[in-house]
């Protein structure tokens, strides 16, 4: 790891801390709250989303235009254009997991400062979850180009 | 149940492009948590030393947020134990076989205009919905 590399992870991961404690996604009932349409919705999430894919949308393109990332590492995007079935079946399992929740993995690791006992039982579940899914993933013979997705 | 917050949650969404744009940026990275902290776990390790300093710096962003003044987070009462372990276990296998979670396929692969990611972001929030239906007005949990 460069220098440059230290200190974009450091910066990025912060912003991306106090971004998920400012939006309140740390707090499962906010998440809860969104995805039920049927209850006394909230629409916040929508604009923790929309606001972050605005930046995304606006600006990756500008990054992505340059030879290479600012440390000289070259960009490490999924190259992959299928839909497959690992990408349907993974999807399809993670939003049950997450409208039984409340909690997606940022938000969850997040959540762990914030001195609640739910973080601690939720995300040692799902590293074990994300151990037996590796496993899933590298069954056969598909799945090295699975393991260099995002 | 809870308030709608316009302001906060647009000004959080804002950062956490930021920070994705950072990332890509400078370490030419994917911002995608489940995919930066399950390559720290032993059966999947590539490149740890950046993940375990994006996840650090990501709790201490967290707790910078709350040790500001007037920022109180009520605790959930009640929510039963099991089925934060079996959520748990759906979302790490979930993401992990999915190859992302909100951030990776949401926020980073929406801005990437990722046919896959668009696609893995309907799917898992139209059962994030149902199940939230299922689970609140049919089965009457909570």
């Avoid at chain 1, 399809?92 to 400062?113: D, E, M, N, R, V």
């Avoid at chain 2, 089925?83 to 999915?98: D, K, P």
């Amino acid at each position: 790891m460069t220098r440059l590399e230290l200190i974009g992870a450091t910066a990025s991961g912060l912003l991306f801390g106090f971004g998920l404690s400012l939006s309140q996604m740390v707090e499962p009932q906010k998440v809860q709250a969104f995805l039920d349409l049927a209850g006394d919705w909230d629409p916040s999430l929508a604009l923790v989303m929309g606001g972050a894919v605005v930046v995304t949308a606006l600006l990756f393109p500008w990054v992505l235009r340059r030879p290479a990332s600012l440390s000289g590492a070259s960009f490490s995007l999924p190259t992959r254009q299928d839909i497959d079935a690992p990408l349907v079946l993974g999807a399809a399992t993670f939003g049950i997991g997450w409208g039984l929740t409340g909690y997606c993995p940022g938000p969850a690791l997040s959540a762990l400062t914030l001195g609640f006992w739910e973080p601690w039982v939720f995300v040692p579940a799902m590293l074990l979850g994300a151990w037996a899914g590796g496993g899933y993933a590298r069954r056969g013979t598909a799945s090295a180009a699975q393991l260099a997705d995002v | 149940m809870t308030e709608f917050t316009p302001v906060t949650a647009l000004a959080g969404g804002l950062l956490i492009g930021a920070s994705a744009v950072l990332l890509l940026w400078m370490n030419g990275r994917i911002a995608g948590i489940s995919g930066i902290v399950f390559r720290l776990l032993p059966s999947d390790a590539t490149d740890r030393p950046w993940r375990w300093v994006f996840l650090l710096a990501m709790l201490a962003g967290a707790l910078a947020h709350q040790s500001l003044p007037g920022v109180d987070y009520a605790a959930r009462e009640g929510y039963p134990p099991l089925l934060l372990v079996i959520g748990g276990l759906l979302v790490g296998f979930g993401t992990r076989v999915g190859n992302g979670c909100t951030s990776g396929h949401g926020v980073c692969g929406l801005g990437r205009r990722s046919k896959r990611s668009l696609f893995a972001t309907v799917v898992f929030m139209s059962t994030a919905v149902i199940t939230t239906y299922a689970v609140r007005h049919l089965w009457v949990l909570a």
